[in-house]
């Protein structure tokens, strides 16, 4: 009986190590798989102008647009209040 029973522990305790193994692989996979890649957007027309962005992986099935350079207002003068900017050619 005693036997039986120490010869089921190590058969459980194998069984355990041997499925943290299994998901310490598979998780190291997902992490080598999850390559931050910059997808280009190409050139992308608005009100102002082109600019152009990319899309960026954040995660598991997150993504987000960046768009770098956009002006968001004219430079002011001294004390006056913020101008709309005319506009650019592209970015």
Do not use: C
């Not at 305790?13 to 996979?29: D, E, Y």
């Not at 997902?30 to 102002?48: F, I, Q």
């Not at 770098?68 to 101008?83: L, M, Q, S, T, V």
């Amino acid at each position: 009986m005693l036997f039986k029973r120490a010869t089921l522990t190590i058969i459980l305790v194998f069984r355990v190590l041997f499925l943290m193994a299994v998901l310490g692989v598979l998780v190291a996979l997902s992490v080598l798989l999850e390559v931050s890649s910059a997808t280009s957007l190409g050139v992308v027309s608005t009100e102002g102008g082109l600019v152009s962005g990319q899309n960026l992986l954040l995660g598991f099935f997150r993504y987000m647009d960046v768009f770098k350079g956009i002006p968001f207002a004219d430079i002011p003068g001294r004390f006056e209040k913020p101008k709309q900017h005319p506009g650019w050619s592209g970015g």
